[in-house]
């Protein structure tokens, strides 16, 4: 069965840095999204970043200039390098990867995909 598990949160002081890495396993798509997601409490899960498996990658405009969503097929690790960190970027951020077929166009909209990690809490303080 699908498998993702997160890895690389903590805590850091405002305009520090933190890589996430979500390595997956038993998914055997071909074409495929994998995407960041972050929830904080009393907030709807939001898609941060995406990337398919051409490379393509998305980002929602508040992490534009200071995320980067990266994938290393030969590892099945998906990376989310977090720059400039800022208080509003505390939360539980969560790793997702779906088909590609399943998510067109949908990339950083929580309700497409199907498979999910536990998550990693990232705090900035």
């Known amino acids: 069965h699908v498998q993702l598990v997160e890895s690389g949160g903590g805590s850091v002081q405002a305009g520090g840095s933190l890589k996430l890495a979500c390595e997956v396993t038993g998914f055997y798509y071909v074409t495929y999204c994998m995407a960041w997601f972050r929830q904080s409490p009393g907030k709807d899960r939001e898609g941060v970043a995406a990337i398919d498996s051409d490379g393509n990658g998305s980002y929602v405009d508040s992490v534009k200039g200071r995320f980067t969503i990266s994938l290393d097929s030969a590892k099945n690790t998906v990376y989310l390098q977090m720059n400039n960190l800022k208080p509003e970027d505390t939360a539980m951020y969560y790793c997702?990867?779906?088909?590609?077929?399943?998510?067109?166009?949908?990339?950083?909209?929580?309700?497409?995909?199907?498979?999910w990690g536990q998550g990693t809490q990232v705090t900035v303080s």
């Open positions: 997702a990867a779906d088909a590609v077929t399943r998510v067109l166009y949908d990339s950083l909209r929580a309700a497409v995909y199907r498979y």
